[in-house]
Structures are given as C-alpha cells and as structure tokens.
C-alpha cells in the first residue's frame, strides 16, 4: 500500500540536544512538507520541499533544518534553538501536477515532548 | 498574500442535526482549492472534500457538502445528519495554483462535539 510513514510515533528529548524526525512516503510525489501543531491549534509550516535537493521555508522555520537528498524521505532535524519544540508534527505530501486539485496526503505524525 | 480564517474554535451540536463549519478565506490567484480535513483525537489528518475555484457547483461526498461562494470567499463545510463519529477538530485549507504552487495553507480549525 502507498502512504507516509512517520517515525518514532513518540519521542523525547533533553533541552539542548537536537533530534530528527523521519518521513517517508512511497507515492512517487514531488512535494512534501513538515508542518507542527500545537494542543488545539491549527498546522503551520515549518519548510517544504518541490524537488530533490530543493527546499523552501514555511512561516515558522527557525530552528528548524531539512534535507531532501532523495524523492522518498524528507527528514526533519528540530534543533536545539528551537524555543519550544514539543508539539506534534506532521509531514505531508502532494500529488504531482500544477492543478487546484492536488489532494495532500499526510503521515501518522510524530509527538515530541521535551524534558 | 494567501490566508484562511475559521471563526468558531469550537462546536456543540445533537445528534442528527446539521452542522455548518465556517471558513473564510483571502487569495488574488484566480485559480485555488478549498479542502477540508477531519482530525480526530487519535492525530490523523482526513481528506473529506475538495472544491475548485472554478468549480460551478458545490462539492458533495456523502454527508459533506460544501458551500461554495466564490464572491463572498467563503467555503463552508456542512455535515448532514451529524453522527456521534464527526466529533473531531476539522481544518480548512487553500492551495494557490500560480503564486505558491506547492504550497497549502491551514486554519486554526473547528473543534465540532455532537452530543447524543
């Protein structure tokens, strides 16, 4: 079955330290994006990626960092000046095409919890 | 600049009644998509409907439809025959074709309770 796969499901971290978030999606999409949500809040955007190798901020980027070296996995490094990283991520990821109608897919999400 | 906005942060409504969800939203890009997700407790993001800015009617699934009017820019979601099953947070969101092609904006969301 295609789909997305986040992991860990859970993750906790000391203040200070960094950590990485993976996504993985087997749906031959160009696209893909992080986004965070915070306890009854809608997501934003931290970065997304159009292609290979390319990469663009979302509106809340700092302290954040990304890497698309392969079409499949688009990682997400949360790092240490990151002011308040527990949230719950979601990664994402968009049908090809230059249409309105790209349905967006998402991941199961990771819950990060800081220490 | 592209923006959505969802002005209801949170719902009560019996069982079996309707349920209208409101967004608004802004955009100068001629050509965009209106979606509409479920988001249950459990954290999954679901796709309900989806409507074109150049749609000329109103998108259905099911129980969902969506009320379309391009000239007041607004998108409401409407659950007919609301079940114990559609309490959940639900989310509105915009894709601009040409000025951000890749990229899907969210609102703060509606977080709909039906009561038995």
């Known amino acids: 079955d295609g789909g997305i796969t986040q992991s860990p499901k859970y993750l906790f971290r000391k203040e200070g330290q960094n950590v990485t978030l993976s996504c993985e999606q087997n749906?031959?999409?160009?696209?893909m994006y992080w986004y965070r949500q915070d306890p009854g809040q809608g997501l934003r955007l931290i970065y997304y990626?159009?292609?290979?190798?390319?990469?663009q901020k979302g509106d809340i980027a700092e302290g954040y960092s990304v890497s698309r070296e392969k079409k499949e996995s688009f990682p997400l490094t949360v790092t240490s000046a990151q002011k308040n990283p527990t949230a719950f991520y979601l990664c994402?990821?968009?049908?090809?095409?230059?249409?309105?109608?790209?349905?967006?897919?998402f991941g199961p999400g990771t819950r990060l919890t800081v220490l | 600049a592209q923006k959505i906005t969802q002005t209801q942060p949170g719902m009560f409504v019996q069982e079996k009644e309707a349920v209208t969800l409101d967004c608004t939203y802004d955009?100068?890009?001629?050509?965009?998509?209106l979606f509409w997700y479920k988001q249950p407790s459990s954290g999954e993001m679901i796709f309900l409907i989806y409507?074109?800015?150049?749609?000329?009617q109103n998108a259905t699934e099911g129980r969902y439809s969506l009320n379309f009017q391009k000239a007041r820019k607004s998108a409401n979601l409407v659950i007919s025959a609301s079940q114990l099953g559609d309490s959940a947070m639900y989310f509105c969101a915009m894709r601009e074709v040409y000025s951000s092609a890749s990229k899907i904006i969210f609102g703060s969301g509606t977080r709909l309770s039906i009561r038995p």
């Open positions: 955009t100068s890009d001629p050509s965009y998509g």
């Open positions: 994402a990821s968009l049908s090809p095409g230059r249409t309105p109608y790209n349905e967006q897919f």
């Open positions: 749906l031959n999409h160009d696209a």
């Open positions: 409507q074109g800015s150049y749609d000329q």
């Open positions: 990626s159009q292609i290979v190798n390319d990469f």
